[in-house]
């Protein structure tokens, strides 16, 4: 797999949280990285491994100056921290006004976070949050190296409308004229709803047949339990058994789900891409031995 990316259309769905639990969860290493123009919200709310805050230096912010050098991979681990419970994440911006340092650099991070997967030494998927996406957020320039564009949205009549229509805006954009076919489309547009466990299968059916009838090109992929007691305590805000929290259990379905569905064929797409550059290589040759040899 590869690059996964969080987002929503408006209000506050919760895509944090929901970047956060999916992490949590993960099958595969994985790396949080928190890439939302207009801040992040980790620095605030979760304890480094070392037991104090995060570093808000360490992360987007620290990484802006590397990447309009060029940027391998492997180079976003040094600029990855790990939480108290052993999650690796890229820190987010401090404040929006930070985010001119990343201007034309998005491309960059997203072919940096699509390719992380085949590190030869620390391969690793990575579950972007782009926070909201309404207006001209540049972090959809990362969305044409998904795997997978998450829109996350509530359940409310307005919300769903919301994300049927930025839905289909985003097929229009990655896809072109073929919104019709989502699973035939690279990324993959999909939607978790954020919803009352009781009633969350027959929300999601409902809200799926919407989205196909409205032809957006986007699928329910899956639901999150609206679980503010589990959400507290994945914040370290409140106490309890994290693993029994009906929004990690709802997590951990949503994580298998699209492993099951969509697993198989990204490790295919993931061994062609190899081969083809294997062979590119081959066909290079060596490098050339010129007069700048050894210097």
Same mark, same amino acid.
């Given at each position: 797999? @590869?690059?996964?990316?969080?987002?929503?259309?408006?209000?506050?769905?919760?895509?944090?949280? *929901?970047?956060?639990?999916?992490?949590? /969860?993960?099958? %595969? #290493?994985?790396?949080?990285?928190?890439? $939302?123009?207009?801040?992040?919200?980790? /620095?605030? %709310?979760?304890?480094?491994? !070392?037991?104090?805050?995060?570093?808000?230096?360490?992360?987007?912010? &620290?990484? *802006?100056?590397?990447?309009?050098?060029?940027?391998?991979?492997?180079?976003?681990?040094? !600029?990855?921290?790990?939480?108290?419970?052993?999650?690796?994440?890229? =820190?987010?911006?401090? =404040?929006?006004?930070?985010?001119?340092?990343?201007?034309?650099?998005?491309?960059?991070?997203?072919?940096?976070?699509?390719?992380?997967?085949?590190?030869?030494?620390?391969?690793?998927?990575?579950?972007?949050?782009?926070? %909201?996406?309404?207006?001209?957020?540049?972090?959809?320039?990362?969305?044409?190296? +998904? &795997?997978?564009?998450?829109?996350?949205?509530?359940?409310?009549?307005? *919300?769903?409308?919301?994300?049927?229509?930025? @839905?289909?805006?985003?097929?229009?954009?990655? !896809?072109?004229?073929?919104?019709?076919? +989502?699973?035939?489309? &690279?990324?993959?547009?999909?939607? =978790?709803?954020?919803?009352?466990?009781?009633?969350?299968?027959?929300?999601?059916?409902? /809200?799926?047949?919407?989205?196909?009838?409205?032809?957006?090109?986007?699928?329910?992929?899956?639901?999150?339990?609206?679980?503010?007691?589990?959400?507290?305590?994945? @914040?370290? #805000?409140?106490?309890?058994?994290?693993?029994?929290?009906?929004?990690?259990?709802?997590?951990?379905?949503?994580?298998? $789900?699209?492993?099951?569905?969509?697993?198989?064929?990204? *490790?295919?797409?993931?061994?062609?891409?190899?081969?083809?550059?294997?062979?590119?290589?081959?066909?290079?040759?060596?490098?050339?031995?010129? !007069?700048?040899?050894?210097?």
């Amino acid at each position: 797999m @590869a690059l996964i990316a969080l987002a929503a259309d408006k209000g506050s769905p919760g895509v944090t949280t *929901a970047a956060v639990a999916l992490a949590a /969860v993960w099958p %595969r #290493r994985v790396l949080l990285a928190e890439t $939302d123009p207009a801040g992040g919200d980790l /620095v605030y %709310r979760s304890a480094a491994a !070392h037991g104090g805050p995060l570093n808000p230096n360490t992360g987007m912010l &620290s990484i *802006a100056a590397t990447a309009r050098r060029g940027l391998v991979p492997d180079q976003l681990w040094d !600029h990855v921290q790990p939480l108290s419970g052993g999650l690796e994440v890229l =820190v987010g911006l401090g =404040v929006a006004e930070q985010a001119a340092g990343l201007a034309g650099l998005w491309p960059t991070l997203g072919r940096a976070f699509a390719s992380l997967a085949d590190s030869p030494n620390a391969p690793a998927d990575v579950i972007a949050d782009c926070g %909201r996406i309404s207006g001209d957020t540049p972090a959809v320039e990362l969305f044409p190296h +998904a &795997s997978l564009v998450l829109l996350i949205s509530r359940t409310e009549p307005e *919300a769903l409308a919301r994300v049927r229509d930025r @839905a289909a805006a985003l097929a229009g954009k990655l !896809h072109g004229g073929s919104r019709g076919a +989502a699973t035939l489309n &690279s990324p993959v547009i999909g939607v =978790v709803l954020v919803a009352d466990p009781g009633n969350a299968a027959k929300l999601a059916g409902q /809200v799926n047949d919407m989205l196909v009838h409205a032809q957006t090109g986007a699928r329910v992929v899956g639901t999150l339990a609206d679980d503010p007691a589990g959400a507290e305590q994945l @914040a370290g #805000r409140r106490r309890g058994r994290l693993d029994k929290s009906l929004l990690i259990r709802s997590a951990r379905k949503v994580t298998a $789900d699209v492993y099951q569905q969509y697993g198989a064929a990204w *490790a295919a797409q993931q061994q062609a891409a190899q081969a083809q550059a294997a062979q590119q290589q081959a066909h290079a040759g060596p490098p050339p031995q010129g !007069h700048g040899a050894g210097r």
